[in-house]
């Protein structure tokens, strides 16, 4: 069965520290990744995306993300958080051939505090 | 734009009634996915239209069901509320295999 996971459910982090968040989906010849952030009581927002090329993909924000297809992961890191990154974080997969349905990891809950 | 707008953002219903929620796609795109999103759960892919026909579905039950009108909003109705249907359901609409803008969601209560 197709399947994400995110081992940690909650991270919590130091201001101005690093954080890595991990994220594994079940293998397959071919897939599309993605991170979603969701703040409290809405809904979901595109954090960044893999489709193809590059292996390092970065959003608008400082964070930043690695396919790697032989440990079929797609960790998403930042070097420095600020308060403004406390939120649920979710890793996404569309499975090609499958439709273009998302399959979501359970999410992990970003805490950063001072 | 307006983005994805979803109706109403909350309600309560009771056991056994019925519920219709409404999406409104961004401008421009055609396809709509529900997704049902259960306390401290990441979201649960329901069903997906695209010309006003269901493409594809998730493993939820036939209560659940949807449709698209030509103007690509859609609805999502769900029968026979159960207490686990309570849940923030989340609308998603995207003109492409790799495109989803999620709306704000409407939150579910079943009591």
């Known amino acids: 069965a197709q399947s994400v996971t995110q081992l940690d459910s909650q991270v919590p982090v130091f201001e101005e520290a690093p954080v890595e968040l991990r994220c594994n989906y079940s293998?397959?010849?071919?897939?599309?990744l993605f991170w979603y952030v969701q703040y409290p009581n809405q809904g979901l927002q595109l954090l960044l995306k893999y489709l193809s090329g590059s292996t390092l993909v970065e959003s608008i924000n400082g964070f930043e993300a690695e396919f790697n297809k032989s440990q079929t992961s797609f960790h998403l890191r930042k070097p420095s958080v600020h308060i403004s990154d406390t939120a649920e974080y979710f890793c996404a997969v569309i499975y090609t051939g499958g439709g273009n349905k998302l399959t979501f990891g359970t999410g992990t809950q970003l805490k950063v505090e001072l | 734009d307006a983005g994805v707008t979803q109706s109403p953002t909350h309600l309560i219903k009771t056991r056994g009634q019925q519920v219709t929620l409404r999406c409104s796609p961004k401008?421009?795109?055609?396809?709509v996915s529900w997704y049902q999103q259960a306390l401290g759960q990441g979201p649960q892919f329901i069903f997906q239209?695209?010309?006003?026909?269901?493409?594809q579905r998730g493993n939820f039950p036939d209560r659940f069901s949807g449709h698209q009108f030509p103007n690509y909003s859609s609805e999502l109705n769900v029968n026979a509320l159960l207490l686990g249907d309570s849940a923030l359901y989340l609308c998603?609409?995207?003109?492409?295999?790799?495109?989803?803008?999620f709306g704000q969601g409407t939150r579910l209560t079943v009591v």
């Open positions: 293998s397959s010849v071919s897939v599309y």
């Open positions: 401008s421009g795109h055609d396809t």
């Open positions: 998603a609409s995207g003109a492409g295999v790799t495109e989803a803008f």
């Open positions: 239209y695209y010309e006003e026909e269901e493409r």
